[in-house]
């Protein structure tokens, strides 16, 4: 009995010193894999699964050596937080601008600086430099990540229903320089009827009305101005869109069939969402004509959301130097190219997405410039604890108010308070 | 007397069993060592880190983790509503999987395509039965609120409304585990000897009676294992919350409105993976495994009092 418990004793032993070993993961030597594999982790089903591989194809041809191979689990975002804690990450990942500050917080990104300055595909001369700036330590300037492709939020519209009410499309109200947000408004009223919204909105993605009421609600990394006037007015409105207007479905209702459907199938005449949805309806060869149009603007200028995403490198990635010459290929021109060929993404590459490349794709006469207009924003400063703060308490609060249980002044209240204790911790 | 000892005095033949009784054992034994033991006595370790899991360098800060528990008001509520939520489901589940399995001890028609209905839900994986249930419970168009308008309510906004999330999770959860519960009980039905009902026919004692003073008895050891192993997957929800409240928001943690159906388990995943604080969720980890402990220890020391093994 006495061996046994000595055996099992030997067996927690080695189990917790292989697994405290993790802690020092990364501190020691990397070993440096000879061959020329990456392991590339990103989200997304098959469909974007083989778009990558397209892209990759050129370069894959060009470099024999080199194999590139795609990961895309589901839960992304914890599949790679388990991989990097263990020490096992991907030699190449995709970080969303808020999990790029954790990441590079931690330590656990590789400085691309060096690889940069060594390069002769990358120019940081063709990125817009607030992206660029973005993803760089704040302190040093050195490159940690490369923005990938962004997103900005713009106006999806059905062209026929503005058609049959005898009303002007947004683009040609856009390019009259009426395109504000009471003629936004104006417009989604009319279009309401009883089979058809004027307006599909997720409530879930209030942050895209915020900036055209509130620009300056997060003043600094721990500082956020949530029960001000200019915050309430702006959740009073997205609530009032249903409440008062009935342009926009309830949650319910968008719970039920959800804003891309509704506008799919023909009840809605708009609808706010982000550059993945083209490719969408693109191939659902939509029965109607359609089109995008900027965010309602506000002296001449459009308010909107942007949503950028950048590859990285892990720190503890086993080969890193194979890793950057497959990053440097997709972020450089020629890589570009399919990416503004295809109307995928938004090119990232300056010179790429003012080429006709990007303007022609998706279909003639389509305003793909509605997507560039206001990319010069770049992404909303990521405040500590942004998480927890962004999606799940200012999320669920505001939820509150647009299912009919607070109101704006009490939700938005209560979102300061807790906000404040959430920045301190 | 300890095995070496044991296996000296044993047989030869004893001994060669015994060996093959341990080797069959073993891999068991050491799978539980190594994906539970191990984990466990991991999670206290780092309970008193403070740690992003992701993070290098975890800073050692003793039991701050657990004086930040007793005062972080999100976690106090997900205490409140786990414990609501395990009371709900004792509450209604064991009695209503009691009450079907007394029905289908009885020869009726169907019964047999009963049983396998009633069963159904519990082969079904959670995930697909959350998402199922979320369009039942719809306020508009749920299935519930369209049979409840037959009696005239109102729409019940079940999954919009903190006071009905609860609610709303305790339907859906009892309903995938009744079957379960109602086979076990079958069993335990099946296990108790017809003599003592012949003997109370004599006594002319009433179906009722019969039903306090011989069923209910006979049938404790089940029902202890039934409240024991319907508690402690009850303390350890998860999924459905994650699933029926995610959706509403962009990114949503699955707390439901106002954090109402936020679990213990729930709150403890999200710090981990979603907010970057795996040393305080691993202190909430040991928390509900202390909480566990003390409650079936202290049901197993309460059973003396009401449980009979003597079918």
New interface residues.
């Given amino acids: ?4 418990l000595r055996f ?1 004793g030997l ?2 032993l080695i ?2 010193l292989s ?1 405290m070993s993790v ?1 020092a ?3 020691g030597e990397k070993e440096k894999e000879a061959g020329g594999n990456v392991t590339f982790m990103m989200w997304g089903g098959a469909g974007e699964k083989a778009t990558v591989e397209g892209y990759l194809a050129p370069f894959l041809a060009q470099n024999p050596d080199m194999t590139v191979e795609i990961i895309t689990p589901p839960e992304y ?2 599949v790679l ?1 388990t991989m ?2 263990g020490g096992t990450p991907p030699d190449i990942a995709y970080f969303g601008f808020p999990e790029f500050v ?2 590079h917080k ?3 990104l590789t400085n691309l600086q060096k690889y940069a300055d060594a390069s002769s595909v990358f120019d940081a001369a063709d990125f817009n430099p607030g992206h660029l700036a973005s993803f760089s330590d704040t302190a040093s300037g050195d490159l940690y990540s490369i923005p990938k492709d962004l997103s900005t939020y713009v106006v999806y519209y059905n062209e026929d229903m503005f058609d049959k009410a005898g009303l002007p499309t947004p683009l040609e109200l856009y390019n009259k320089g009426e395109w504000t947000m009471d003629k936004f408004l104006e417009v989604a009223k009319v279009l309401t009827t009883d089979d058809a919204h004027g307006l599909l909105f ?4 209030w942050k895209t009305f915020i900036p055209y009421f509130a620009p300056d609600w997060i003043e600094s990394t721990s500082k956020l101005n949530i029960d001000t006037p200019e915050f309430i007015q702006a959740v009073n409105y997205i609530n009032d869109l249903n409440v008062k207007h009935g342009v926009n479905p ?4 968008l ?2 069939i959800s804003p891309a459907d509704r506008f799919s199938q023909g009840k809605g005449a708009m609808y706010i969402i982000g550059r993945w949805m083209t490719m969408r309806y693109l191939q659902a060869d939509l029965p109607f004509g359609w089109n995008v149009v900027p965010m309602p603007e506000k002296n001449g200028k459009a308010h909107t959301w942007v949503d950028m995403v950048g590859y990285g490198i892990p720190a503890d990635a086993k080969n890193p130097d194979a890793a950057w010459r497959v990053i440097e290929y997709l972020t450089g021109v020629e890589g570009q190219i399919p990416v503004a060929e295809s109307g995928h993404a938004i090119p990232v590459r300056l010179s790429v997405a003012d080429s006709g490349a990007f303007l022609r794709s998706v279909r003639s006469g389509f305003n793909n410039e509605a997507h560039i207009a206001i990319t010069d924003a770049a992404p909303v400063l990521v405040f500590d ?1 942004f ?2 703060i962004f ?2 308490t200012m ?6 108010v647009f ?3 607070a109101s704006a002044e009490e939700a938005c209240a209560e979102i300061q308070e807790t906000v404040d204790r959430l920045l301190k911790e | 007397m300890g095995i070496r000892t044991r296996l000296i005095m044993a047989s030869p033949r004893k001994r060669t069993e015994m060996m093959w009784g341990f080797i069959f054992v073993g891999p068991v034994i050491l799978g539980i060592l190594i994906f539970m033991g191990f984990p466990t006595l991991y999670g206290f370790f780092i309970s008193t880190f403070k740690w992003t899991f992701i993070g290098k360098n975890p800073d050692f800060i003793g039991l701050g983790n657990y004086v930040r528990l007793v005062n972080d008001p999100d976690f106090l509520q997900a205490v409140k509503n786990t414990f609501v939520y395990v009371a709900g489901i004792l509450v209604f589940s064991i009695p209503l999987s009691l009450l079907l399995a007394i029905m289908f001890n009885r020869k009726m028609p169907f019964g047999e395509l009963l049983k396998i209905i009633y069963y159904l839900p519990v082969i079904t994986m959670m995930v697909a039965v959350s998402m199922v249930w979320r369009w039942v419970l719809s306020t508009e168009y749920g299935i519930l609120n369209y049979f409840l308008g037959f009696f005239g309510a109102e729409n019940v906004p079940w999954l919009n409304d903190p006071r009905w999330a609860m609610p709303a999770l305790i339907i859906m959860s009892v309903w995938k585990g009744v079957g379960f519960n109602m086979v076990l009980f079958i069993a335990g039905l099946k296990n108790i000897s017809s003599m003592y009902y012949e003997a109370a026919d004599i006594d002319g004692a009433s179906p009722f009676r019969q039903f306090i003073s011989i069923t209910l008895p006979l049938l404790s050891p089940t029902t202890l294992f039934i409240a024991l192993t319907t508690m402690m997957n009850s303390f350890q929800i998860f999924a459905q919350a994650k699933i029926l409240f995610s959706g509403a928001t962009e990114e949503s943690s699955g707390a439901g409105p106002d954090n109402a159906a936020n679990t213990i388990v729930l709150y403890l995943y999200n710090n981990a993976f979603k907010w970057g604080s795996a040393g305080y969720a691993a202190a909430q980890g040991v928390f509900l495994f202390i909480i566990l402990i003390m409650i079936t220890s202290i049901q197993m020391k309460l059973q003396k009092r009401w449980v009979h093994y003597d079918a």
């Avoid at chain 1, 009995?1 to 046994?4: A, D």
């Fill in positions: 009995m006495k061996k046994m099992t067996v927690f189990l917790a697994t802690f993961a990364g501190e975002g914890d937080q990097v804690a954790q990441y931690e330590g656990q997720n409530y879930g993605r309830t949650p319910d209702q719970r039920d604890n998480v927890k999606y799940d999320g669920a609060k505001l939820n509150l299912t009919g249980q």
